[in-house]
């Protein structure tokens, strides 16, 4: 059964701070790696993806993936109340279209 | 743009009863999948088509759940007879296959089965 991990926190973080968001997979064949982001009650909404290792930046957002250790995590710099909300990582396998998604990480952004 | 389009929203029915759930995918997208969300599981895979064919129900979980996509623009995931422990957030998701598999989820269908 291929897994996708996260810690479901809540990771409490202050206004202005970094949020890092971990997530580990277990299958080495994992092609490419994508942080959605859903408010609560709401349908997940794509954040970025990355697919080849080191760090690839958007905004605040910085992902990052080191397949070796196979992980993948996501930076928030300059944390704002409204990035509180769930933040969930999913993996798409080799010669698979569907994602294996995790449990998500629930973000806390404290004004 | 539009995006991925369901309905209905929200449905409430009775242990026993038919449910059809609806999806309009973005124009253009080639891929279509079914997810479920419940506190328990987390978000997992139904099923997905591509071009209209379905190419993976291992996620369906058993025969009360039946997809069809029967053109480009519209699929249905059904459940009969339904049952309480179906009650979950149903999401469809569409993605092109020209790119990294970005896949774009509707705004779901919440459905209690009471």
């Known amino acids: 059964q291929k897994e996708v991990e996260q810690n479901s926190g809540p990771l409490s973080v202050p206004e202005g701070a970094i949020a890092s968001l971990n997530c580990t997979y277990s299958?080495?064949?994992?092609?490419?790696f994508f942080w959605y982001r859903q408010y609560s009650g709401k349908s997940p909404e794509l954040i970025m993806f990355?697919?080849?290792?080191g760090d690839k930046e958007d905004g605040r957002f910085t992902a990052q993936l080191n397949k070796a250790s196979q992980y993948v995590s996501l930076l928030i710099r300059d944390s704002q109340p409204s990035d509180s909300a769930t933040y969930l990582c999913a993996v798409k396998e080799a010669g698979r279209r569907a994602l294996t998604f995790g449990s998500g990480t629930r973000l806390q952004v404290q004004p | 743009d539009a995006g991925v389009i369901q309905s209905p929203r929200h449905e409430v029915t009775e242990m026993g009863q038919e449910v059809t759930l609806r999806c309009k995918p973005i124009s253009g997208h080639d891929y279509l999948f079914w997810y479920r969300q419940t506190m328990m599981r987390g978000l997992e895979l139904l099923i997905y088509f591509n071009n209209n064919v379905p190419i993976d129900d291992s996620g369906m979980p058993e025969d009360r759940f039946s997809a069809k996509m029967p053109n480009a623009s519209f699929s249905t995931l059904k459940i009969q007879p339904s049952e309480p422990r179906d009650s979950a957030v149903y999401f469809c998701?569409?993605?092109?296959?020209?790119?990294?598999?970005?896949?774009?989820f509707g705004p779901g269908t919440r459905l209690t089965v009471l």
């Open positions: 990355i697919y080849s290792n």
């Open positions: 998701a569409s993605s092109f296959s020209q790119g990294y598999n970005e896949q774009f």
């Open positions: 299958d080495r064949g994992s092609q490419s």
